[in-house]
């Protein structure tokens, strides 16, 4: 199967499934939706503008919702800390005026 890839992070395209560290992560089909968006935009800012049209379609809710959205997935993905070895988890950044995009986090030199 094709999946999508960030670090530890990975997405079947088919069914939607999220494997974080080799474990299923437990996600709404909407944070599914976002997360495809993100994984599928690898190193450029996705806009809530964006977000918005792709996860909630023709639903009458406005741009906090993407907010909320975003929100709850960040904390799914804090939430969920790796093995002892395992590669980094990717991380949801914040970019004013553009949107968010989907990072590993800088290596911590010694």
Do not use: C, N
Not at 21 to 34: C, D, F, I, K, Y
Not at 76 to 102: C, D, N, S, V
């Amino acid at each position: 199967p094709v999946a999508l890839r960030l670090g530890s992070l990975e997405m079947d395209r088919d069914t939607g499934v999220v494997h974080m560290h080799g474990r299923v992560l437990s996600l709404t089909p909407r944070e599914v939706a976002a997360l495809r968006v993100l994984l599928e935009s690898p190193q450029r800012p996705v806009s809530k503008e964006q977000l918005h049209t792709q996860v909630f379609a023709d639903e009458v809710t406005g741009l906090e919702a993407v907010e909320v959205l975003i929100y709850r997935l960040r904390k799914k993905l804090e939430a969920l800390p790796g093995p002892q070895g395992a590669g980094p988890a990717p991380l949801i950044t914040t970019f004013r005026g553009l949107g968010y995009m989907l990072t590993l986090p800088a290596s911590v030199k010694a």
